[in-house]
């Protein structure tokens, strides 16, 4: 039985950032029959303020973790910064 894959649009399914999108692999069994499979990104949305203005972004995780450690660093130096 042949399976048919879909392509999807390359900046529906793209990271804003680092740009990871979707890739297109064969799973290969024992006996050497391929299969396509597509493998897309983990995205999410992420809600960024860019000059007092809130914009929607997709993500995926990787970047999503080092912009909520950036902020976090961000948010305990102005902490410190009002503390003294």
Sequence with gaps: MKQTVKQPEKG????????????????VSFSKRRIKKVRRP?????HLVIEGTKVKIKVCTTCK????????????????????
């Design 42 to 46: 983990n995205l999410h949305v992420h």
């Design 65 to 84: 973790r080092s912009l909520r450690e950036t902020q976090r660093a961000e948010q305990v130096a102005a902490a410190k910064a009002d503390a003294k």
């Design 12 to 27: 529906k399914l793209q990271c804003a950032i680092c740009g990871k999108g979707v890739q297109h692999a064969n799973l």
